[in-house]
């Protein structure tokens, strides 16, 4: 019997978003039909479905016209092993409240994120992702946020999570006026030297395909595709 498609209630974005949301992972074998009714008897709101590039089932969505296209998601990914990442002196750690102008920065790393061109939950996205930035201060998302600060004005940053042995970058951002001085650069080689010291050798970060200066950005150091996805929103009138 074929493994059932991996359907999920999603607690923290049904009451952040006052909606009832699930996600779906769907594969070549898996019906949209069943989805459909599944998510219909279960009152959802909205899905967050997930496939993966170039599969057949790709053709079948694509017909869904309630379904709706609003991420292609990179998943980049470095092996550390037998390298060396130089620090330098001017990164610090913080886990202090963030001021407005931090916020904002944090704010400016998901301009591409579905939850900013998704247009039934763009007026909470600002709200999330400082949410976020807070959550990763006080470690309940991050384990570390490294910064560079021109006198206490935060001129770019880092957050980072080591999950199954895996490192994780989660927010990195440059403030505008400071990009292309080798800031964002920095900050990454400053959290795979502290992955190291932990014995971590994979380092792995998310991203939006449309974010096309992220992506030079990330190729440029070294990482490379892992991981393609497709992720679309389907909005429900209950
Ligand atoms: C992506 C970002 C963090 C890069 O920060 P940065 O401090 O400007 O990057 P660096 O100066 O360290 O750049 C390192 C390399 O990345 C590449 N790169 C950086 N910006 C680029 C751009 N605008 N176009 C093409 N390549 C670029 C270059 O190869 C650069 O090397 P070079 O300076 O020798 O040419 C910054 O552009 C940013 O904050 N963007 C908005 C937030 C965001 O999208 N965050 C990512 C979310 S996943």
């Keep these: 019997m074929r493994k059932s498609m991996e359907l999920k209630m999603l607690d923290w974005d049904s009451t952040f978003f006052e909606k ?50 609003y991420d292609h998601k990179l998943t980049y990914k470095m092996n550390l092993s037998g390298k060396d990442f130089p620090t330098v002196e001017n990164i610090e750690e913080v886990d202090t409240t963030p001021d407005n102008d931090f916020i904002s920065l944090a704010i400016s790393s998901g301009i591409y994120s579905r939850f900013a061109s998704d247009p039934s939950l763009s007026h909470k996205f600002e709200a999330m992702y400082e949410l976020w930035l807070r959550n990763s201060l006080n470690k309940k998302l991050a384990d570390k946020v490294f910064a560079t600060k021109y006198n206490d004005f935060i001129t770019s940053f880092i957050t980072c999570k080591i999950k199954n042995g895996v490192g994780n970058i989660g927010l990195i951002a440059t403030h505008e006026n400071y990009r292309g001085k080798s800031l964002g650069k920095n900050l ?44 679309y929103h389907w909005h429900f009138k209950n």
């Design 20 to 69: 009832k949301i699930f996600s779906a992972h769907l594969n070549n074998d898996d019906n949209i039909e069943e989805l459909d009714l599944q998510l219909q008897n279960a009152k959802a709101d909205l899905a967050y479905v997930f496939i993966p590039i170039n599969s057949k089932i790709e053709n079948k969505v694509a017909e869904k016209s309630s379904m709706v296209l």
């Design 188 to 231: 990454i080689n400053h959290v795979h030297h502290w992955y190291l010291q932990n014995n971590i050798k994979v380092s792995e970060v998310v991203t939006q395909k449309a974010n096309k200066i992220a992506c030079a950005f990330y190729e440029n150091y070294g990482f490379e595709i892992s991981r393609e996805d497709l992720v």
